[in-house]
């Protein structure tokens, strides 16, 4: 069975960093791209980004790129989402995504607020 | 970027009865190696999105059959033939043939 178990909400200030876990089981994780996408509060869904976990290699959207990065640890089959310079526009639930879309993490609150 | 255009944004649809969402991409979806990497996406309240079609027609594992996807190029068409109670949500389409891939703003799906 397919698991991606994310970490906990968190709750920043402005221009601080988070950083997101996903912890993926079932699957080979090297085997398929790891994306993110985030949803803000009442909004739709937006690409953030993937990574190759075999390779290491990223794709960004533009509107994050020098803000985010992504990485995988193959060794213990988790994948970080780092984001930095934070706004109360970042606020969101943040998920992360195999592949072909068909299972998403929990999701990870991140509230931005003063 | 590639434009997901979706229609209707609001669909109340009466229990039992059909209900079509349609997709328009800005550019065709067509993969340089063949495939068109346009998917449904179904998202309930307080739930995170479920994938319900891949690659315009494909259900996905445990979608039910009264969901079907269609289309080529740049448009795309959801099917539900007939609406139950717990269709209620919010439906995407996206794209994954391009970077960055994109959603379509959503159809908030509703019983009449």
């Known amino acids: 069975e397919v698991q991606l178990v994310q970490s906990g909400a968190e709750v920043k200030k402005p221009g601080s960093i988070v950083k997101i876990s996903c912890k993926v089981s079932?699957?080979?994780?090297?085997?398929?791209?790891l994306q993110w996408v985030r949803q803000a509060p009442g909004k739709g869904l937006e690409w953030v980004g993937l990574?190759?976990?075999?390779?290491?290699?990223?794709t960004y959207a533009v509107k994050f790129q020098g803000r985010v990065t992504i990485t995988a640890d193959t060794s213990t089959d988790i994948a970080y989402m780092e984001l930095r310079s934070l706004t109360s526009e970042d606020t969101a639930v943040y998920y992360c995504?195999?592949?072909?879309?068909?299972?998403w993490g929990q999701g990870t609150l991140v509230i931005v607020s003063s | 970027d590639i434009v997901m255009t979706q229609t209707p944004l609001s669909s109340p649809v009466a229990l039992g009865q059909p209900a079509s969402i349609s997709c328009r991409s800005s550019?065709?979806?067509?993969?340089?190696?063949?495939?068109?990497?346009l998917h449904w996406l179904q998202q309930r309240p307080g739930q995170p999105p479920r994938l319900l079609v891949y690659e315009i027609s494909n259900r996905f594992s445990g979608v039910p059959d009264r969901f079907s996807g269609s289309g080529a190029g740049t448009d795309f068409t959801l099917k539900i033939s007939r609406v139950e109670a717990e269709d209620v949500g919010v439906y995407y389409c996206?794209?994954?043939?391009?970077?960055?891939?994109?959603f379509g703003q959503g159809t908030k799906l509703e019983i009449k």
């Open positions: 550019q065709s979806l067509v993969h340089s190696e063949g495939n068109t990497f």
């Open positions: 079932g699957y080979t994780f090297k085997d398929y791209y």
């Open positions: 996206m794209q994954g043939t391009q970077f960055p891939y994109t």
């Open positions: 995504v195999p592949g072909t879309p068909g299972y």
């Open positions: 990574i190759d976990p075999e390779h290491g290699k990223t």
